[in-house]
């Protein structure tokens, strides 16, 4: 089974920039989408970006939309999380997961069952 492992997370003040990376092992994902999610205290998991094979289709929820960037390389089994003018409601741990599309659509895209692997995750905290 594929294995994923994230980095790249920390501490920040509001506004500032973190970048987070997913490595792959295990198997080659080359196929599969990619996504990240995130987990705060007390609250739900959500979606949070993900993004296709090819790179032509990402996905990103509203809450994130115009800050974050996901981008992939699917030489090194790496999928990226580039995240901007952060804010305290970013803080929460970030998951990258993998899955298969069996329905193209933008629901299938974000939702959590898409997806069936799952790295441990990361802490991202922004705090002033």
């Known amino acids: 089974q594929v294995q994923l492992m994230e980095s790249g997370g920390g501490q920040v003040p509001p506004g500032d920039s973190l970048s987070l990376s997913c490595a792959g092992s295990?198997?080659?994902?080359?196929?599969?989408?990619m996504g990240w999610f995130r987990q705060a205290p007390g609250k739900e998991r959500e979606f949070v970006a993900s993004?296709?094979?090819?790179?032509?289709?990402?996905y990103y929820a509203d809450s994130v939309k115009g800050r974050f960037t996901i981008t992939r390389d699917n030489a090194k089994n790496t999928v990226d999380l580039q995240m901007n003018s952060l804010k305290p409601e970013d803080t929460a741990a970030y998951y990258c997961a993998a899955g298969r599309l069996v329905t193209h659509t933008t629901a299938a895209a974000t939702a959590q069952t898409t997806f069936t692997y799952w790295g441990h995750g990361t802490q991202v905290t922004v705090s002033s």
């Open positions: 993004i296709s094979w090819s790179s032509r289709n990402t």
């Open positions: 295990g198997r080659t994902f080359n196929r599969d989408l």
